[in-house]
């Protein structure tokens, strides 16, 4: 860009040399003309000298005419030049702010890359702390799922198991195996507040099927078509305990309500009175 710029000022300085020297010829054509015609006044008859002199003005005219016209090209191109190279100098302050921005974003996405490698450095510390963090949740939710409400125990289990096989194999990737982890946590967790009803297996009686119903983990009941007798899981003593006085109709209304087959409406579940 400096030599460009070098160039631009040398070609400026020779236009406007040659405007001088054209404008200096003209002035020097003009004093030539002049003395001529003077001098071939001296000579002649009044006269003829008259009309000498008006010749000799005539072509002084005509030429200081093509002398302004020399001067005024070279004022265009001298103009002409002056345009160009401010623009050039406009163009050259324009590219080095563009230069200066894209260093700007440059520089930031050098910092960029250096977090990102900075942080793909410490993946495999914190994939080292995740396996052994992932297998205590999943003894743990193993462990408190067995000392629960013993309901959908099956379903539960399989669930923790197939959470288990995800962190033994290593096809998996840590993320996933994670998810996994965190989903088997939230299905446990929504179900301390949800309430639901299916049929089951008689826990006493494998033979016979029952209406199970459970209120988050407050209360877990079933109540048996046969007799339509109902037992409530005690969990101190782990087992089940014979309802007495049992509102059956109000059972079978919380059955409807749990399954979506009749509107919400308050339901009657049957509670142990805290010592």
């Given amino acids: 860009m400096k030599v460009k710029r070098k160039n ?3 070609n400026m300085n020779q236009t406007w040399k040659d405007t001088m020297l054209i404008k200096s010829n003209a002035r020097r054509a003009m004093l030539a003309c002049a003395a001529a015609a003077l001098a071939v006044t001296a000579a002649m008859p009044a006269q003829a000298q008259l009309e000498s002199a008006l010749s000799a003005a005539r072509q002084s005219t005509a030429s200081s005419a093509a002398a302004q016209r020399q001067v005024n090209e070279a004022d265009d191109v001298a103009g002409s030049a002056v345009r160009e190279y ?3 100098l406009q163009q050259l302050d324009n590219t080095k702010l563009f230069v200066a921005q894209q260093q700007i974003f440059l520089d930031s996405q050098t910092s960029e ?3 990102v490698r900075n942080q793909l450095g410490t993946v495999e510390q914190i994939k080292q702390g995740m396996s052994p963090m992932m297998l ?6 193993e462990d408190s799922i067995r000392a629960d409400v013993p309901f959908r125990l099956t379903e539960r289990l399989a669930r923790v198991q197939r959470v288990q096989a995800a962190l033994a194999n290593p096809a998996v990737s840590p993320a996933e195996q994670y998810r996994q982890v965190l989903n088997a946590y939230k299905i446990e967790a929504t179900y301390g507040y949800s309430t639901e009803s299916y049929q089951g297996v008689h826990p006493e009686e494998p033979g016979n099927v029952v209406d199970f119903i459970r209120f988050g983990r407050t209360s877990y009941i079933f109540l048996d078509k046969r007799d339509d007798s109902a037992k409530r899981y005690d969990m101190g003593s782990g087992s089940w305990v014979q309802l007495d006085e049992v509102d059956t109709r109000q059972l079978r209304q919380t059955i409807r309500v749990a399954r979506e087959q009749a509107a919400p409406e308050v339901i009657y579940a049957p509670v142990m009175a805290a010592n």
């Fill in 136 to 141: 205590r949740m999943t003894v743990e939710l």
């Fill in 86 to 88: 401010r623009a050039v």
């Fill in 113 to 115: 890359i250096n977090s």
């Fill in 8 to 10: 631009r000022d040398n």
